[in-house]
Structures are given as structure tokens and as C-alpha cells.
């Protein structure tokens, strides 16, 4: 009996030698990537990169000259990992309808995201992002967002840095940034004010907040377990983490509802006023986004989805992008005079949000930063059926396709010898006028995809350049940062939102007029 279990083992093993070693032969052939054995696959390197993913992905990719990967790792499905523009081309617009978000993605979001725009494919997707597309280019949506942001940066932003500065003490720019968004996000989706950055800046956030935060970060550690089954099994056991993400997502779902029902009943009510003639037709009508979904008659779920997924996507993308922002202002002192030269000389509108017009070099900024710390590191779908990418790598039906945003804005291929340093040279060089419409800068997308590309392009592009610009115009000419460590070089953290590990303390002193009219250009220079 031993004998035969023992042979049976040794016939399994061969075969799955056998099998592993032709499915490698079959990836090394068309791409290269890390080195792998049968039946593991490449675990032994991805385990001893595991704290360093990001850059070890940017070097096999950056030594491949096809600047493509094929990983293959037991316990997890075949990833083609690519930062070569033609392929990404190929996936988010050429050749679209093989490239879904998939399955195994909707299924670490679907939980908390439900049937919303950003965990959903096909015609589903289709017709939300039709909805969605017309109602973010709705004036009465903007006017709202530029509202809400002069709002928030009078009544708490700026008192918050003010408050920092009188007192010479430090404070955590990525917090408060993240506070300020999640309130503005609240504001513009729901309708409703969370209070989140309060200018005495309490230790604890609004219970909604914090719902939203801990249910974000259990969701980007699903996506990080090398073996999906474990949260699986977890999630149906109801037990750890899985157990508190279903409390959080309750606490979301509930705050969304009852707002929805609250609405709905206000709308009621306005509507037996308006007909009974007590106010004018369109009185007390509401901007937000929730209530302009109420009113296209969408079911109660689906509202509730769509809103969860905007404040999702919204929370922390612009204070990801802001917190790299000011850091690298800090170690870039000469860019953050121009920055300044621009403000003072009128480009901000006078702080008024919607004022800063294109701000070419704070745009620029703003990209270049984009460039080397995008807010999403990475992005990924799942091949419907079989193909071969624009570089001749072969895809599997099934296979996981990864874009590497991070790594992207690090290739000499695509940027030059000098794609480490934070230059605007690559963005002011390139002309101001004419630039294609799906270009970010006059740059192609498919070479910058830090807001996707293609038919999945970010709907709220605009709107994030408009927050981005407000806050950055608005803390600059007030106040001066300075790194409590200035010797500090942080980690970039690939959540389902990049973060800045450890945060972003910084010490705040007021500008005096004196520093912002010095930084004007002298009346009558050249244009």
C-alpha cells in the first residue's frame, strides 16, 4: 500500500512538472519576467520582494525589451505585467470588449462597491457611465464642486494651517488633505457635510469616515493575499477581517439609505408645495449627485451603489496627488517659486476655485508629480479570450493584464535618461495650444494613464484638476512648508489609493504679502 501511495505521488508530481514546465516555456517565450520554478512558479522571488513589489516590478520591466512581463506564481492566476504603451493601447481602447475588469476583480470589491460604475463591465457599465458622463458635465454639478471647495478651504482648511502655524506646531498634510477631500466628496456626492476637518483637528474622524477607511483597507489587503480562498473562506465563515469589513460596509450602506430616503421624502414635499404654488417651481431643488440620481428614477441600490462608488474613487486620489505634491515642492524649492510667480500673477483667479484657467506650470507640476507617484499604482483586467498583445506577448483566456502606472513614470523608454528626477522641462516644452482632447498636457495617455484611457477614461478628470489647482493655489500663497524631517525620503504605499507612508508631517509658517508680491514678476516682463 505505501508503495502505491508513494508511486501515485511520484506520477502527480511528474505530471505537474510536465504541465508547469510547458506553461512556463510558453510565458518565457514571449515576454521575460522573474525566475520561476515547476509547479511554484516565480513564489520564490515574489516572496522575497514582497515588501518591495513596485520596484522590483519597475526593474524586470525596465530590463525586458519588450518592457513586458509574464509572472507566474503558484496560487494565483497568470499576470502579464506591461508598461509599454502600445500594448496598454491595445487593452483599454483597441481592443476593449477582450479586457474586462473580470470577475476576480468585482469579487474583492463587490461587497462594498456593489453594482457601481467602477466593479461593473458590459452594458451595466455602459449605461451608468452614460448617465454619469452627462450629469458631471452639468453646470449646476461644477458650480456645486467650486462652492463646496471655497467653503471648505475658508471655513477649515486655511484655518487649520493657521492654526498650525500660530501655535509652531507640526501637522500631518496627508491627513488634513485627506480630511478636507473626504468632506468635499461627501458634500458634492451625498449632499450632506461630514465635518471630517474640523480646524482644531480632532484624533478620531466621523464614524462614516472612519467606516470608509477601514473598509478601504481590508478591501486592498484582499487584493494583496496571495491566495484569495483565505479572505474567501474567511468572508463566508464570517470571522477576523473579513467580519469587521461586513460591520463597516453595514455602517456605509445604512448612512447612504437613509439619506436616499430622506431625500426622497424633501422631494416629495417640494413637489406638493410647488404644486399647491407656496414657492416657485425648482425651489430648494439640490445639485449633489445622489439627489440628480433620484430624480433619473434609479432604484434605491443602484443610487446607493453608484454614490459609494464616487466617494470611493474620489476620498483620496486628489490627496494622494496633493501630498506628493507639496513633499516634492519641498525638496524642489526653485519649482515651488515658479509655482508662486504663476499665482501671484493672477493665474489663480484670485483663489477663486474654477479661476486658475490651465495654470500651465502648476499643471505641469501637478503631472509631473502624477508621473512618478500616481494615486493608483496599478490597474488590471482579465482577458475574455485569447490574444496577442501588440509586442507579441501571448494572453491566456482567464489571465490577469496589469498596466503599471508607477512603473511607466519611471521608464527611460518612455521619458528619457532623466525619468527619476522631477523635471517640468518634459511638460512645458510640449506646445500650449492644440493638444490632442484626450491628452493630458499634449502627452498620449497610453503613455501617461494615470487617469486611464480609452472608453474607461476618468469621468471626474477635470473636476480633480480643478480641486487639485484650488488647494495647491490656496495653501501657496498663504503658507510655507517645511518636512519636520527633512532628511526623510518616504515609501510610497500601493493601497487601493497610493499613500505616503507614515504621512506627511510638515512645520506651517504664514507668507507675508511681502513674499508673494517679491515672487510677482515685475510689471512688463516678457510674456
Known amino acids: 500500500m505505501m508503495i502505491c501511495y508513494m508511486l501515485w505521488w511520484l506520477v502527480a508530481c511528474c505530471l505537474l512538472f510536465l504541465l508547469y514546465g510547458s506553461k512556463l516555456r510558453s510565458g518565457w517565450s514571449h515576454g521575460h519576467g522573474p525566475r520561476s520554478y515547476p509547479v511554484i512558479g516565480c513564489l520564490v522571488a515574489f516572496y522575497q520582494n514582497r515588501r518591495r513589489l513596485l520596484d522590483w516590478y519597475t526593474e524586470l520591466l525596465a530590463a525586458s525589451p519588450t518592457q513586458t512581463i509574464v509572472v507566474d506564481r503558484l496560487g494565483a492566476r497568470r499576470t502579464v505585467v506591461t508598461a509599454n504603451p502600445a500594448n ?54 461644477r458650480e456645486l464642486e467650486f462652492a463646496v471647495l471655497e467653503d471648505e478651504a475658508r ?51 466621523p464614524r462614516l469616515a472612519a467606516a470608509f477607511d477601514n473598509a478601504a483597507g481590508i478591501i486592498a489587503r484582499r487584493g494583496a493575499a496571495p491566495v484569495a480562498a483565505v479572505w474567501k473562506a474567511k468572508r463566508a465563515l464570517g470571522i477576523g477581517s473579513e467580519r469587521r469589513l461586513r460591520e463597516e460596509i453595514a455602517v456605509i450602506h445604512e448612512a447612504v439609505m437613509d439619506l436616499i430616503h430622506i431625500r426622497k421624502k424633501e422631494r416629495g414635499l417640494n413637489h406638493q408645495e410647488v404644486n399647491a404654488g407656496d414657492v416657485g417651481a425648482g425651489g430648494g431643488r439640490r445639485s449633489d449627485l445622489l439627489s440628480r440620481m433620484i430624480e433619473c428614477g434609479y432604484p434605491d441600490e443602484a443610487i446607493r451603489d453608484m454614490v459609494i462608488s464616487f466617494i470611493m474613487a474620489g476620498r483620496d486620489t486628489t490627496s494622494s496627488a496633493l501630498t506628493w505634491f507639496f513633499w516634492l515642492l519641498t525638496r524642489h524649492r526653485g519649482v515651488e517659486r515658479q509655482v508662486l510667480e504663476e499665482i501671484a500673477g493672477g493665474g489663480a483667479g484670485g483663489g477663486a476655485a474654477g479661476g486658475q484657467g490651465r495654470m500651465r506650470v502648476l499643471h505641469a507640476a501637478l503631472c509631473e508629480t502624477m508621473r ?9 483586467k482579465h482577458a475574455a479570450a485569447g490574444d496577442v498583445l501588440p509586442d507579441g506577448t501571448r494572453v491566456g483566456r482567464g489571465d490577469r493584464v496589469t498596466y503599471f502606472q508607477y512603473g511607466m513614470g519611471r521608464m527611460e523608454s518612455i521619458w528619457g535618461t532623466d525619468a527619476g528626477e522631477f523635471s517640468l522641462r518634459r511638460w512645458l516644452s510640449l506646445p500650449e495650444e492644440g493638444a490632442p482632447a484626450a491628452a493630458v498636457a499634449g502627452v498620449s495617455p497610453f503613455k ?10 476618468c469621468v471626474g478628470k477635470e473636476m480633480a484638476f480643478v480641486q487639485m489647482k484650488f488647494v495647491a493655489s490656496t495653501v501657496l500663497r498663504r503658507f510655507e512648508l517645511a518636512p519636520v524631517d527633512e532628511g526623510r525620503v518616504p515609501v510610497f504605499l500601493p493601497l487601493m489609493t497610493a499613500h505616503m507612508a507614515g504621512g506627511l508631517n510638515v512645520t506651517v509658517r504664514s507668507r507675508g504679502g511681502d513674499q508673494i508680491a517679491a515672487a510677482a514678476p515685475a510689471a512688463g516682463a516678457g510674456n
Open 88 to 141: 496598454v493601447e491595445h487593452i483599454l481602447k483597441s481592443n476593449f470588449g477582450n479586457y474586462p475588469k473580470g470577475k476576480p476583480f468585482t469579487d474583492i470589491l463587490g461587497d462594498l462597491l456593489g453594482t457601481g460604475i467602477f466593479n461593473v463591465d458590459g452594458e451595466l457599465w455602459y449605461a451608468q457611465r452614460k448617465l454619469v458622463s452627462h450629469e458631471f458635465s452639468a453646470r449646476a454639478l
Open 155 to 205: 471655513s477649515r482648511l486655511v484655518p487649520a494651517l493657521a492654526l498650525a502655524a500660530a501655535r509652531g506646531a507640526a501637522v500631518d498634510m496627508q491627513d488634513l488633505l485627506r480630511r478636507f477631500s473626504f468632506d468635499v466628496i461627501c458634500r458634492v456626492s451625498l449632499g450632506v457635510d461630514p465635518g471630517c476637518l474640523d480646524p482644531a483637528l480632532p484624533a478620531a474622524p
Open 372 to 380: 512618478l507617484y500616481p494615486p493608483v499604482a496599478w490597474d488590471s
Open 448 to 457: 501617461y494613464p494615470v487617469f486611464q484611457a480609452g472608453p474607461r477614461t
